[in-house]
């Protein structure tokens, strides 16, 4: 199994250019999300799917950040224009419900993207 | 309150050593806990689920107390390939799949 795969493994930009990180989920996970891990506010949910479709975006930290998954196996996270506050490694991870259907099953995490905006 | 807090460390350990952390949570309703480790500049990886009977794997050992809203991960006989960042990760009941993710407790193991 390749596990979750993510690309660039480290991207640096400058202000105000577009990014945009890349994610393919397990197969067979109908779960992803995408997560931002800074020293200063730890791991923190910016949105997930189900089934391609957004569920819940409420982490989105603003407009500029928008996350599509088109479909099962490709998802990704565009920063434009991208801003030095967003440095930061960006967490891609995938799931699937339990055997019993009844709760989602624990997250298998991408090797993430390492952000400096210059 | 944070929804769920982590000492940060660093508990900084002799081999051999017990090491035990907690990890407090905010929302009565939370259905699932897990315990996650993290290696410097790695991904989170999931070290085992928190049973509300308690789980032991090998020398690591994870206990939940609902009534105090509290996990606890045990570490026996620490070695050193152990240190590393550990994370509880809490996920609510009802519907909604919001994992929220401690800060971590920072782990050291010397000789």
């Known amino acids: 199994d390749a596990g979750v795969i993510q690309s660039p493994r480290h991207e640096v930009t400058e202000m105000g250019q577009e990014v945009t990180l890349r994610c393919k989920p397990i197969s067979g996970h109908d779960y992803l999300f995408w997560y931002r891990q800074t020293m200063m506010r730890g791991l923190e949910l910016l949105i997930y799917f189900n089934n391609n479709v957004p569920i819940d975006d409420s982490g989105m930290p603003e407009d500029r950040f928008s996350a599509k998954m088109p479909n099962a196996s490709f998802s990704t996270l565009k920063i434009q224009p991208s801003e030095p506050r967003d440095s930061a490694v960006y967490f891609c991870?995938?799931?699937?419900?339990?055997?019993?259907?009844?709760?989602?099953?624990?997250?298998?995490f991408g090797p993430g993207t390492r952000l400096t905006v210059l | 309150r944070k929804e769920v807090e982590q000492d940060p460390g660093p508990f900084n350990v002799p081999e051999g050593a017990t090491v035990a952390f907690n990890c407090t949570y905010s929302n009565s309703a939370s259905q699932s806990f897990f315990w996650y480790r993290q290696d410097c500049r790695k991904e989170p990886k999931l070290l085992m689920s928190?049973?509300?009977s308690g789980n032991e794997d090998g020398r690591f050992t994870a206990q939940l107390n609902r009534a105090s809203q509290y996990i606890s991960l045990l570490i026996r006989d620490s070695k050193l390939s152990d240190s590393a960042t550990y994370l509880c990760v809490v996920i609510p009941s009802g519907g909604s799949y919001i994992p929220t993710f401690g800060r971590g407790t920072s782990l050291i193991v010397h000789p």
């Open positions: 928190v049973y509300s």
């Open positions: 991870a995938s799931s699937s419900l339990t055997s019993g259907g009844d709760w989602v099953d624990t997250q298998y």
